[in-house]
């Protein structure tokens, strides 16, 4: 069969890749550790799922206005008011089926070919992909492991060009876990005031996963003149532990919220209306799951840090947030084992994947070869067994 250009365009998502390898070897018995996964380690706390179970009770089953029900974008209004100080109006909110799909019809709605969207890299792996499915061309800035792999405003102020419709920032970071200060994002908002014509992405999906008391900002907070042009995007897959629920949501100026609403309404319509009134749930009640999960996360990542520190030649900025690290493990690569020799963050991941049942995705995918990333949304057990296969698996290496 003959497949569309677009399609040829796109890679198959690599975490989503790496996942599938992990559960074909379990399939075979053997016992993987997966650093791979995206999602917390978490259910779906109890009342969010009774607020499901009623919904289907009620028989709130049916079709639902494509951009969300209102009793949900009154929940998010409120909850971006009390959590970011921005206020919105309802027709400035759309719905989604994850805040993936918020970032595909976002992209469809206001991207042509010809238009350049700046990527910093490292980069959650759908960005390029989906800017390209929507014929714009990613232009991919470097943020080097030195600047924490940050967007500074001179490597901003350099990729921006006659061309360039948007900018993409996501704070806390996949794959980094480093956020934004206010003042950086400062900074960059200084360049973005010189370019009018450029929109910005504020893609906040982990803003709840803050550790160690960190500061957490958006652009349109520290600079106020930019908030018609910045498009926030979140949801209730990574602080709720709602993944397979699939709700996301995007604020932003209304007529675009309403084209990207005329996408949605021919592709999927409304998000699932069950999962609509869960999401409810999560926003209006109690957070103390919210806060329970992220102790957690926090004594993970303590450990994960310290474990990463003993490892030779191994270098990582410390997350400040989500549930990922980063660590640049190129001090391995032209090394050998066997007849295996290890060029780059590919070969790493094949060797980890194939002799320690170790999961973990290759940066290449994430536009950082020199690492690799390594989720720790895992049990305590598992990843100490998870870093001693790690370390073990590296000092074969020679
Ligand atoms: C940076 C980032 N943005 C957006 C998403 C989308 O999440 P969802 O579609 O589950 O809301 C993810 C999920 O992995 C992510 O890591």
């Known amino acids: 069969m003959k497949l569309?250009?677009?399609?040829?365009?796109?890679?198959?998502?690599?975490?989503?890749?790496?996942?599938?390898?992990?559960?074909?070897l379990r399939a075979e018995g053997k016992q993987v550790i997966s650093f791979g996964v995206g999602e917390p380690d978490f259910d779906t706390p109890h009342h969010i799922g009774e607020m499901a179970v009623q919904a289907v009770r009620r028989g709130q089953t049916r079709y639902t206005a494509v951009?969300?029900?209102?009793?949900?974008?009154?929940?998010?209004?409120?909850?971006?008011?009390?959590?970011?100080?921005?206020?919105?109006?309802?027709?400035?909110?759309?719905?989604?089926?994850?805040?993936?799909h918020s970032l595909y019809n976002l992209f469809q709605a206001v991207l042509d070919p010809g238009d350049q969207v700046i990527i910093p890299a490292p980069y959650w792996v759908s960005y390029p992909d989906m800017v390209r499915l929507a014929g714009a061309e990613p232009v991919i800035v470097d943020c080097p492991e030195s600047a924490s792999f940050k967007l500074d405003p001179e490597s901003l102020r350099r990729a921006v060009t006659a061309r360039t419709r948007m900018l993409i920032l996501n704070s806390p970071s996949n794959p980094t876990g480093v956020h934004y200060k206010p003042e950086e994002l400062k900074a960059l908002?200084?360049?973005?005031?010189?370019?009018?014509?450029?929109?910005?992405?504020?893609?906040?999906?982990?803003?709840?996963?803050?550790?160690?008391?960190?500061?957490?900002?958006?652009?349109?907070?520290?600079?106020?003149?930019?908030?018609?042009?910045?498009?926030?995007?979140?949801?209730?897959?990574?602080?709720?532990?709602?993944?397979?629920?699939?709700?996301?949501?995007?604020?932003?100026?209304?007529?675009v919220i309403k084209a990207a609403g005329k996408i949605q309404s021919q592709s999927t319509s409304n998000p699932c209306s069950v999962a609509q009134w869960a999401a409810v749930a999560a926003?209006?009640?109690?957070?103390?799951?919210?806060?329970?999960?992220?102790?957690?996360?926090?004594?993970?990542?303590?450990?994960?840090?310290?474990?990463?520190?003993?490892?030779?030649?191994?270098?990582?900025?410390?997350?400040?947030?989500?549930?990922?690290?980063?660590?640049?493990?190129?001090?391995?690569?032209?090394?050998?084992?066997?007849?295996?020799?290890?060029?780059?963050?590919?070969?790493?991941?094949?060797?980890?994947?194939?002799?320690?049942?170790?999961?973990?995705?290759?940066?290449?995918?994430?536009?950082?070869?020199?690492?690799?990333?390594?989720?720790f949304a895992l049990s305590m057990a598992e990843l100490k067994e998870g870093f001693d296969r790690l370390e073990k698996a590296l000092g074969r290496l020679g």
């Open 283 to 375: 926003l209006r009640g109690s957070q103390e799951s919210v806060q329970d999960m992220l102790e957690a996360f926090s004594q993970r990542r303590d450990y994960v840090m310290e474990r990463l520190g003993r490892l030779p030649g191994v270098t990582c900025p410390e997350p400040q947030g989500a549930f990922y690290v980063f660590p640049n493990v190129s001090a391995y690569y032209g090394k050998t084992v066997g007849s295996r020799s290890i060029g780059g963050s590919l070969d790493l991941a094949d060797y980890l994947m194939e002799e320690a049942h170790l999961a973990v995705v290759p940066g290449v995918a994430f536009g950082g070869d020199r690492c690799i990333r390594l989720s």
């Open 4 to 24: 569309s250009q677009r399609v040829s365009q796109v890679q198959p998502s690599a975490t989503l890749a790496i996942n599938a390898k992990a559960k074909a």
């Open 67 to 100: 951009q969300g029900i209102p009793e949900l974008k009154d929940a998010i209004l409120d909850t971006i008011r009390a959590d970011y100080g921005l206020d919105y109006l309802p027709e400035e909110v759309l719905v989604s089926c994850g805040g993936k």
């Open 189 to 255: 908002a200084e360049v973005l005031l010189d370019h009018p014509e450029v929109i910005i992405v504020s893609d906040d999906i982990y803003y709840r996963m803050l550790y160690n008391g960190a500061q957490w900002a958006n652009i349109a907070m520290v600079e106020p003149r930019l908030k018609e042009r910045t498009f926030i995007v979140n949801g209730v897959s990574k602080t709720y532990a709602m993944t397979g629920w699939r709700i996301g949501y995007m604020l932003g100026d209304a007529e």
